[in-house]
C-alpha cells in the first residue's frame, strides 16, 4: 500500500496532491504494517494441521493414526511423521463408508486426528467415530496460528480455521506430551 501510495504521489495524481493526506495515509499504512508485522512475525500457516502429526511422532513412532478431514479441501502433512507410522487419511464421507465396509475395526487406530472447517462440526466428527471404533478420549487440541485465524476471521467460507484435535481410543495408554 505504501509503495502504490508514492507512485500515485510521484505521478502527481490529483487526489494525493495535498500532501497531508499523502503523508497521513503513508505513515497509517507503514503503523499498521508494524504491528501486523509484530503479530504474525512467529506465526506459521496451517499449524493446527501440522502439529499434530509431529506431536504424535515424536511421543509415539509406531502409532496407527487416522487423520479424518472430511471438510477440508487441500493439504494435510501425513508424510510428516517417520515411516513406521501406519496413517490411514479419510478425506471425504465416501472414504469413511468404504472403511467401514474393509473392516478397520479388526485392527483399529490407536489415535484420531480431526480437522473439522467448523468447530460445531466437530461433535459430528467425534460422533463418528465413536460409533464405528468404541469411546474415544481427547488428548490435546492445536488451536490455529495467528496468520490462519486473522484469514478465517476475514473470509471463514474460504480459509478453515486449521484446528486440530487429537483423540485416542479408550484404553489406548497415554503418551508423554
Known sequence: FTLALWDRWQAKWYILANARLFWGLAVGSLAINAVLLVVLIFSYGHRGV?????????????????????????????????????????????????????????????????????????????????????????????????????????NPRHNPSYEGWVYRRSGVQALDM
Request: charged share 20%.
Open 50 to 154: 501440522i502439529e499434530p502429526v509431529l506431536r504424535l511422532s515424536k511421543a509415539d513412532p509406531s502409532a496407527r493414526v487416522m487423520y479424518l478431514h472430511p471438510e477440508m479441501r487441500g493439504w494435510v502433512p501425513v508424510q510428516y511423521g517417520p515411516s513406521t507410522m501406519n496413517n490411514v487419511e479419510i478425506r471425504n464421507w465416501e472414504e469413511w463408508e468404504a472403511l467401514r465396509a474393509d473392516g478397520l475395526a479388526a485392527q483399529p487406530p490407536d489415535y484420531f486426528v480431526l480437522y473439522p472447517c467448523r468447530t460445531d462440526s466437530l461433535s459430528a466428527c467425534v460422533d463418528s467415530v465413536e460409533a464405528q471404533f468404541g469411546r474415544v478420549e481427547p488428548v490435546f487440541q492445536v488451536n490455529a496460528s495467528p496468520y490462519d485465524w486473522v484469514l478465517h476471521t476475514l
